[in-house]
């Protein structure tokens, strides 16, 4: 593949290490003078740009005269944290700092690729693949935090009154291998959908790139945005929908 100016950049000045690394636990890159991909190199853009936002933002807090870019921010605060009151409850403000970061590292991270000369690294499955992983290790966490060893109980079905012991352990056994096989759906769920999406997003752009350079495209870019954005926002509810579960107090 084809390395992107930024890429290459990386590529020139933390080869070695970044190479050294890898063989030290184990992994071997197929090409050592440039084993970090156009997808990581993206990731770690977006992440700069955000830092970069986000000590700006805090110079500029403002009680008295807020610009925009604070009020921009406060309003995608307030909407996920409305949103998770509806969904998880009381005291969902606690989750509120995690589900802001993972919006906003997914949705500049498809808008990205809108821009000449980048791609979005969520058009290559390792990347919404990751970003599953981290919310399915995240709100398991918040299980165990909120309830203790009694998370546990969860995989194990709903309580079973009236039904004799001897036949709550084949249904506790089969609803634990349902939970279990619910869970990593899960995050294949998160991954397909997010990459899929992504992807051809921007095979449909690019093709109508090729074939007529002006006018129609835009249409298309319009399109895309839009998947940016609805992507975005499914990928943080269903977030906010497994904390649910995880926390709720009936478990």
């Known amino acids: 593949m084809e390395q992107l100016w930024f890429t290459e950049i990386l590529n020139r000045l933390l080869a070695k290490p970044v190479t050294a690394v890898l063989e030290t636990v184990g992994l071997h890159p197929r090409h050592p003078q440039a084993p970090i991909m156009n997808s990581v190199?993206?990731?770690?853009?977006v992440c700069l740009f955000l830092i970069v936002v986000f000590f700006i933002v805090r110079a500029r807090l403002s009680?008295?005269?807020?610009?925009?870019?604070?009020?921009?921010?406060?309003?995608?605060?307030?909407f996920i944290e409305?949103?998770?009151?509806?969904?998880?409850?009381?005291?969902?403000?606690?989750?509120?700092a995690f589900?802001?970061?993972?919006?906003?590292?997914?949705l500049f991270c498809n808008l990205i690729g809108l821009i000449p000369?980048?791609?979005?690294?969520?058009?290559?499955p390792i990347v919404p693949l990751g970003c599953a992983i981290v919310a399915f290790f995240y709100?398991?966490?918040q299980g165990f935090k909120h309830a203790g060893p009694k998370y546990l109980l969860h995989f194990f079905g709903p309580p079973m009154e009236g039904v004799p012991f001897l036949a709550r352990i084949p249904l506790a056994a089969l609803m634990l291998l349902i939970e279990i096989a619910s869970h990593l759906a899960r995050v294949l769920?998160?991954?397909?959908?997010?990459?899929?999406?992504m992807f051809a997003g921007d095979m449909v752009t690019l093709v109508f790139f090729s074939l007529v350079p002006l006018g129609v495209p835009i249409l298309f870019l319009g399109l895309h945005l839009g998947v940016s954005f609805l992507q975005t926002y499914i990928f943080v509810l269903l977030t906010t929908v497994y904390l649910a579960g995880a926390v709720g107090e009936e478990h």
Not at 63 to 71: C, E, F, M, T, Y
Not at 189 to 197: C, Y
């Open 82 to 96: 409305q949103q998770s009151q509806e969904i998880i409850g009381p005291h969902s403000e606690r989750y509120t």
């Open 41 to 45: 190199a993206m990731e770690i853009m």
């Open 139 to 141: 709100y398991q966490a």
């Open 63 to 78: 009680v008295d005269r807020p610009g925009a870019l604070q009020h921009t921010f406060e309003g995608l605060v307030g």
């Open 189 to 197: 769920s998160l991954t397909i959908r997010l990459f899929a999406n």
């Open 99 to 106: 589900l802001v970061a993972l919006a906003l590292f997914i």
């Open 117 to 124: 000369g980048f791609e979005s690294p969520t058009a290559v």
